[in-house]
């Protein structure tokens, strides 16, 4: 019994991992000057990604907890303009990963988010400098996956610079005699 379990697992895991080679997915990597504490500390408290993400945001960080944003500053947590992912799994200053769970009223690609997540690598490049890889999974070739994967290709950049402003502001601010 177990050694038909393992088989069946290490078979399940080879069709994973073979798919995730597949070009239905988004890669994009950027440098901060940052460290990876200061980087994994925006990700993974309300102040963090308050600081970068959105004027209301929050979060419970743990497996299945929220992460909660809304991008309009009059608006409220929790209303029909808010974006909800929740938590997936975690490695300590090494990954996290997300998956959207509720959309804005407006979100046009629903669908297709529905079906994918999204996992953040972060990796030490210097004390000062992270390396932060983001791999968006689950796209297929509907349209509407096509759409979502175009718009969201810019949207990770402009998220990045925005953590980049946002650190960079926190080290000057912490820097000053």
């Not at 990597?29 to 102040?47: L, Y």
């Amino acid at each position: 019994m177990f050694r038909n379990a393992t088989i069946a697992a290490i078979a399940a895991l080879f069709l994973c991992v073979s798919t995730l080679g597949q070009d239905n997915r988004i890669v994009d990597e950027f440098e901060i000057e940052a460290n990876v504490d200061d980087v994994w500390h925006a990700f993974t408290t309300t102040d963090g990604l308050k600081s970068w993400v959105a004027p209301l945001a929050d979060i419970d960080f743990r497996i299945g907890g929220k992460w909660r944003a809304n991008y309009n500053k009059d608006g409220k947590l929790g209303d029909l303009t808010t974006i909800e992912n929740t938590i997936l799994c975690y490695d300590p200053k090494r990954m996290l990963s997300i998956k959207a769970t509720t959309f804005p009223e407006d979100f046009e690609f629903v669908d297709a988010a529905k079906e994918t997540w999204s996992i953040f690598y972060f990796a030490k490049v210097s004390d000062s400098k992270t390396k932060i890889t983001i791999v968006g999974l689950g796209y297929n070739d509907s349209e509407q996956s096509k759409k979502m994967r175009a718009f969201f290709k810019p949207a990770n950049k402009y998220s990045m610079d925005q953590l980049k402003a946002a650190l960079e502001k926190k080290s000057s601010i912490n820097s000053k005699p």
